[in-house]
């Protein structure tokens, strides 16, 4: 049988099956069909990697093959056997994922660990879009227990795009028990392990007061914002009403790009004139980025895995465990290398990949930006607005919590209580529920439910008809609202995704009455 691809789709879908795990997305579709009915083994396992020319040992969640995580075609089964090779007990949630309660990935009192050496089995539907997997105990997620998950639409199959993913990390070579030991004995900002001394500052993160950034022009990113000082050594603090506002917990060795640092970057083959899709996850553990396409303009076409309304522009902040689908159109009339990189908020480090057209000349970049890159904002979720909004009904029930906490004492908590001692938000099956989430704690948070999809549909007050997404930055001094179907019953997390936040407290449950 002969299969006709135009030479750019050939180029994109062998260059990601051999990256992923084989060519079933070239084969025909009974032998797809057929494929597609066995699992897929997944293995957690550990690994060394070499950062900033020195090994490091960390954990990875490969394929038999060595590929990194999974891919999906349209209308296969999330049917995965995971075996645990970590050498201690684990736990893998599939982040934006909406599987049956007892498969999301989280360990409780109904469902147990996976001890080292034991396999579990999955079996779903799986949801379509940019998601990732990671590590759902304790701290193995800041040792990059954690890999892509891409569900591709029949869309995706047939459109002559390439397709680029792009996994975020931030990086020490210390032992994060030690890091969060140092956060929690009240000795303030932690510090990696390698000696880094950049530059750190105390700004709020929230898009206020003239800090918002265009995302169609070169914004505001290097330039002191309102509030802000400079010292001689480039930190900074910002007050609001007096108080000073906290930005970034750890102090990291190195900034990751599928496994890399930009001074030795993954270098991706394009095609000159071609178009890329650029799927793009945050799995920093307490690290907002603002990506930047250089001269490349940019078009968000999905955000956690769900289309919106095109948004152009050249820059765009993305939280933790956010994902970000861009489109780019690469210059027909002449090669070249473009970066994509992400910049660290309140910072200079940066990290990223190149795209290069053949014969381009790649030269070496720097760690480091020129420029310290302003918080992390809602520029952009402002300017999103859902493809597929949930359907136009009442709320049958509306939650109003707080986000409250501090840096001394190193506790974070959702209404001044720890997880363990929270109030669960109860819900009943079919209800439309509401959840305000309003940020009285003097650094912003990433928030992240399991088990659905939400509508962002109030920004600090104002209503909006926003995207569909599982994860919203709140930023300090401000509010968001959410609204969703409750549709999924179980006992579903609501928490921080700073993975530091979350390990001490700031975690709240979704818990249907039927099975309470």
């Known amino acids: 049988m002969t299969i006709n691809f135009s030479r750019r789709r050939f180029l994109a879908t062998t260059a990601t099956a051999a990256a992923f795990g084989g060519l079933a997305s070239i084969l025909p579709d009974p032998a797809r069909r057929a494929l597609a009915a066995v699992p897929t083994r997944l293995l957690v396992e550990r690994r060394t990697l070499e950062v900033l020319g020195k090994p490091a040992a960390v954990f990875g969640i490969r394929q038999p093959n060595g590929a990194s995580g999974l891919f999906l075609d349209p209308g296969q089964r999330f049917l995965v056997d995971l075996e645990n090779r970590a050498g201690e007990d684990t736990i893998i949630h599939w982040h934006g994922m909406t599987p049956p309660y007892e498969q999301d990935g989280v360990a409780d009192a109904h469902r147990p660990l996976i001890p080292a050496g034991a396999t579990q089995a999955y079996d779903f539907e799986p949801r379509p879009g940019t998601h990732w997997m ?86 505001d990113e290097g330039h002191a914002m309102p509030g802000m000082t400079r010292t001689p050594s480039g930190t900074g ?6 108080v000073p506002m906290d930005l970034n917990d750890v102090e990291y060795d190195g900034y990751l790009a599928n496994d890399r640092t930009l001074d030795d970057p993954e270098v991706v083959a394009v095609e000159r004139g071609g178009r890329v899709r650029l799927r793009l996850i945050n799995g920093a553990t307490s690290t907002a980025f603002w990506i930047d396409l250089g001269t490349l303009q940019g078009t968000v076409v999905a955000v956690d895995g769900n289309p919106v309304r095109p948004v152009t522009g050249r820059r765009f902040p ?199």
Request: with cysteine.
């Open 134 to 219: 990671h590590s759902h105990h304790g701290l193995q997620e800041q040792l990059l227990m954690a890999a892509p998950l891409v569900v591709r639409t029949a869309d995706d199959l047939h459109s002559d795009v390439q397709e680029v993913t792009v996994l975020l990390h931030d990086f020490t070579f210390k032992d994060p028990a030690e890091v969060l030991a140092d956060l929690t004995s009240g000795s303030g900002m932690a510090h990696g392990g390698h000696g880094t001394t950049t530059p750190q500052m105390d700004m709020e993160n929230g898009g206020h007061d003239g800090m918002e950034m265009s995302s169609s022009s070169g914004g």
């Open 318 to 516: 993305m939280t933790m465990g956010q994902r970000v689908d861009i489109l780019v159109q690469l210059p027909a009339g002449g090669g070249g290398a473009f970066p994509i990189l992400a910049q660290r908020e309140g910072d200079r480090e940066r990290t990223g990949i190149i795209l290069a057209t053949p014969r381009a000349n790649v030269t070496k970049m720097a760690n480091r930006g020129e420029t310290i890159a302003v918080p992390a904002d809602l520029s952009l979720e402002q300017r999103l607005v859902a493809v597929e909004p949930l359907a136009a009904r009442p709320a049958d029930a509306r939650f109003r919590i707080t986000l409250t906490g501090s840096m001394m004492p190193y506790v974070w908590s959702i209404d001044g209580r720890v997880y363990g001692e929270h109030r669960p938000l109860e819900v009943t099956r079919g209800q439309r529920v509401v959840v305000e989430m309003v940020n009285e704690s003097q650094m912003a948070h990433p928030m992240h439910l399991h088990g659905h999809h939400f509508q962002v549909v109030g920004l600090n007050g104002q209503s909006v008809n926003g995207a569909v997404r599982d994860t919203v930055l709140v930023p300090v001094n401000g509010s968001v609202s959410v609204a969703f179907d409750a549709d999924n019953p179980g006992r579903w997390p609501l928490h921080c995704h700073n993975l530091m936040h979350m390990a001490t407290g700031m975690m709240t449950e979704v818990v249907y009455h039927d099975i309470r």
């Open 237 to 242: 603090t910002a007050m609001s009403g007096g």
